[in-house]
């Protein structure tokens, strides 16, 4: 008869098959370390890049994305509302001051510019026939002003005359009374014409300033016109190369929209960005090591702009070989803006066994053995690692990376 197992004897069966599993599993891992251990005791010369440690000079770097750009570009803008009517050049063209790029359709600007002569002469028809009305006002009123001092001369006598008549009694009171009223009217309309011929001489000369104005203003506008007319004829400002034009004949294009663009490729600048995080850092005449393929240039920060878009911030880079050959517009290049220098200090070539915080672990070359030894980093750059302390000049050092070893000690170098 079969004996049934209790749960305690379950339970306790399987305690011991897990803590076998377990065991198997160190076992294995073990097995594992040991044989990696042994596999790794050796390596290829070649697996490796070895730089040895020098005196020298090492800056501390922030890194910018560049852009090659002309010192000196020139942009000509459409000068009027029109169609681009043909093309006489090309990008990347030389040209010359004066020299013809290309033609704009001139019809309606010149229709334009007609019927603003048009209304201009006839404005300036009108002005002098309003001056001459003003001058003819002012005639006709200081005529009248002069008839009036007449009449108050021949009311003064008319006055005087009653006075004597009506001593020798040949008048009477009221008679010389109706004398000096009308004397007395005659002197306040004279008065009248007075003011008004002072205020019509004031009032005409600024009207005729305000009429003068008008016609000088429109007179510019026309003077405008009539050099925007001139434009449509695209000529060359000064001697360069075409880097960009609008070659859509027939397009239609907005006043101010870019025709071409002219540069000088005898200077060159560097436009770069960086991270808004070093626009701290940043400052006008910081050095600049430039690189572009295998080529390093030399500068400084010449301008920053104060916006910041995109999280980064702009600023351009002045060459000291602001000709150099390799230099070529809308190329790409690496900035390296220099913030410390250090000249005279241990240093070695930069790479991957670098990573990490300033004491770090690394294989030093001895013989046939590499060996680990710890190593006190200081500033760095993407050229160069300073070296404060634990190395010395001739001291060769693995520079790529050691992942793979960083669990022994040491290990041999073998050539095969």
């Given amino acids: 008869m079969d004996r049934q197992i209790s749960s305690q ?17 160190l076992v294995l891992v073990a097995a594992i370390y040991g044989l990696r251990s042994m596999i790794k005791n050796k390596a290829d010369k070649s697996d490796f890049f070895i730089s040895t440690v020098e005196q020298g000079g090492v800056s501390n770097t922030i890194s910018a994305s560049g852009l090659v750009t002309p010192a000196y570009e020139r942009e000509i803008n459409a000068p009027v509302a029109t169609e681009i009517k043909s093309v006489s050049l090309s990008t990347g063209a030389e040209v010359k001051k004066g020299d013809l790029i290309l033609e704009l359709d001139q019809e309606y600007t010149k ?22 009305k003003f001058d003819k006002d002012l005639r006709d009123l200081d005529y009248r002003d002069q008839i ?20 020798i009694g040949g008048s009477t009171q009221e008679a010389l009374e109706q004398a000096q009223l009308q004397l007395k009217v005659a002197k306040l309309e004279k008065k009248m014409l007075e003011n008004e011929l002072q205020y019509s001489r004031s009032v005409n000369v600024n009207e005729k300033k305000g009429l003068e104005l008008e016609y000088t203003i429109q007179e510019k506008r026309l003077k405008e016109l009539r050099r925007k007319l001139s434009e449509t004829s695209v000529r060359a400002p000064q001697s360069g190369v075409i880097t960009w034009i609008n070659e859509d004949i027939g397009r239609t294009v907005s006043p101010g929209e870019t025709l071409v663009r002219i540069a000088d490729l005898g200077r060159y600048i560097i436009e770069a960005t960086s991270s808004d995080r070093n626009s701290e850092k940043l ?43 390799v230099l070529r517009p809308n190329m790409r290049a690496e900035v390296f803006i220099i913030t410390e220098m250090k000249e005279n200090v241990l240093r070695i070539k930069n790479g991957a066994a670098f990573r ?22 200081g500033i760095s750059n993407s050229d160069y690692v300073e070296i404060t302390a634990n190395a010395k000049v001739g001291d060769r050092i693995i520079i790529s990376e050691t992942e793979d070893y960083k669990h022994l000690d040491e290990f041999t170098i073998v050539n095969k």
């Fill in 9 to 25: 004897e379950q339970n306790k069966g399987s305690y011991k098959k897990w803590f076998y599993m377990f065991l198997g599993g």
């Fill in 111 to 132: 229709l334009e510019y007609d019927q603003l002569k048009d209304e201009l002469d006839l404005r300036k028809n009108n002005i002098e026939k309003l001056k001459l």
């Fill in 148 to 167: 009036k001092a007449l009449q108050v001369s021949e009311l003064n006598a008319e006055v005087a005359d009653q006075k004597r008549l009506l001593d």
């Fill in 283 to 325: 400052e006008i005449g910081l050095p600049v090591k430039v690189r572009i393929g295998n080529n390093n240039l030399d500068g400084a920060i010449s301008r920053i702009l104060p916006a910041v878009e995109n999280n980064t911030v702009k600023f351009f880079v002045e060459l000291d070989d602001e000709n150099a050959n």
């Fill in 356 to 377: 990490g915080a300033k004491n770090q672990e690394v294989f030093f070359i001895r013989g046939d053995k590499a060996i680990k030894q710890k190593i006190k980093k």
